[in-house]
């Protein structure tokens, strides 16, 4: 019985022993790299707000304390709130946490448009959000007299559909990608969109986040809290 | 010894002939660029996690061996991570979640297991180089095939010396890609075709060798015979 604790106790301390030299190492690392990483992201978030601000000027950046939202910027013209910028987090094929989203956002909640800044996303199928086209087919969605974001790729044919009835632009080629979505996922099914691809992953992630995002302009700093 | 190094790069390159790591390699062979930081993560990872292995084998216990070996790969890939995020952001950001992903990679863990915890450090240096080089001329052929065919172009690094921007347009090529080459299809299509030539490459070598052999026992064998034989083909 000695024996084998004694065994047991060794094991565990070699086990330890390389975990804490690992841990070490890793932390003095982490103390050269850092400040260039922090550097680096906030160059990306710069450039990214640059892109965002289609009129006005943003104020100061206001962290928060939210599920999704992080922080935000207040874009400002004639000492007026024109829209406001997000940045929002939310869950990807990487885990929770590792969707890193800016959007900026109507007082009423309309989505202007988005950016995907860092992600954890599979190159070549949820990679591709970063492209900024992908974010086109959440735009001009979330306000009060607009449908709202979809968050799953069943909302979206569905809306596109809608889209068509209605006579709105874009009528044949969204059509075309509705009835294409149909016929590679097959037909749509309540409660079955889960964990086919990194692609409707990150789909459904980008749609949420973006979802919460305009739910929290509306009610926390929009038209609703005036 | 030298067979130590040269082993990974043909006769057992890790993505032909042992057919580890296909995952990631077939996924960021889009571009050459990713497949030269790729290659170079796997490099490191590989040499340092081989290196630490075959230093701490005597001390790592047997029941433990597998955990002791993921703690040292896992904490070689963080320190690529770190150093790709806070160095090279846009080859961090291209390759994504699969620079993680180097953890679970066979190639490393394989040789650690089946090399490293056997063998001497210098042994698995080169054991270690010898391989992530093949592993990483492997990604660089399916990587220059399919950028080249799929979208007509060559992208490298930019050098801001001589106005570089990182990429090569291959006229012709660009304006008449094969899309599919870029897709995902693109990359097993490549990969089948690539495993083929190298599995009649390794037949034919196999082949030669064992005419070669053949040759020298008939001749250690009986000198006096072969002559006869020959004298007699002569007469005939």
Do not use: H
């Amino acid at each position: 019985m000695k024996k084998l604790l004694k065994t047991i106790l060794i094991t565990g301390l070699k086990l330890f022993s390389i975990c804490a030299v690992s841990a070490v190492v890793l932390g003095m690392l982490n103390f050269l790299t850092e400040p260039k990483i922090k550097a680096n992201r906030i160059k990306q978030e710069n450039l990214a707000l640059a892109e965002l601000t289609s009129k006005g000027k943003p104020g100061e950046k206001k962290a928060v304390k939210d599920e999704t939202v992080d922080s935000y910027y207040e874009i400002m013209e004639d000492d007026q709130p024109v829209s406001y910028i997000l940045n929002l987090n939310g869950s990807g094929y990487g885990g929770p946490g590792t969707l890193k989203i800016m959007a900026n956002y109507t007082p009423d909640g309309g989505l202007l448009s988005a950016r995907l800044l860092d992600n954890k996303e599979t190159p070549g199928l949820g990679k591709k959000a970063e492209n900024p086209a992908y974010m086109n087919k959440f735009l001009n969605r979330g306000g009060t007299d607009q449908p709202p974001i979809p968050t799953t790729l069943e909302e979206l044919t569905r809306q596109m559909k809608q889209d068509t009835t209605r006579g709105t632009t874009q009528e044949k080629s969204s059509l075309q990608f509705a009835n294409f979505f149909e016929w590679f996922f097959g037909k749509p099914k309540e409660g079955n969109q889960d964990s086919v691809t990194g692609a409707t992953i990150t789909f459904k992630g980008v749609g949420s986040v973006l979802a919460a995002g305009s739910t929290y302009v509306k009610s926390r700093l929009g038209v609703n809290n005036d | 010894m030298i067979k130590e190094f040269t082993k990974g790069i043909i006769k057992e390159n890790p993505l032909f002939i042992i057919v580890l790591g296909l995952c990631p390699a077939l996924a960021v062979s889009t571009e050459v660029i990713n497949a030269i930081g790729m290659g170079a993560g796997v490099i490191f990872v590989l040499l340092g996690s081989n290196i630490c292995v075959s230093l701490l084998k005597n001390f790592i216990p047997e029941k433990v061996r597998i955990p002791c070996y993921i703690v040292i790969i896992a904490s070689f890939v963080t320190i690529v991570e770190m150093v790709m995020e806070a160095y090279t952001p846009d080859l961090y950001k291209n390759l994504g979640i699969f620079v993680s992903l180097i953890v679970v990679n066979c190639v490393i863990l394989g040789r650690a297991e089946a090399f490293a915890s056997k063998n001497s450090v210098g042994r698995s240096i080169l054991d270690a180089l010898g391989m992530g080089i093949g592993f990483t001329l492997g990604l660089l052929l399916i990587a220059i095939i399919r950028e080249v065919l799929g979208s007509g172009t060559i992208t490298l690094f930019p050098i801001k010396a001589i106005k570089f921007n990182g990429k090569l347009t291959l006229g012709w090529l660009n304006k008449n890609s094969l899309k599919v080459f870029a897709f995902a299809s693109g990359a097993l299509l490549v990969m089948g075709y690539l495993k083929a030539f190298f599995n009649w490459m390794e037949q034919r070598l196999t082949r030669i060798k064992q005419q070669e052999l053949e040759n020298e026992e008939l001749e250690k064998k009986e000198p006096g015979e072969k002559k006869s034989k020959d004298n007699m083909e002569k007469v005939s």
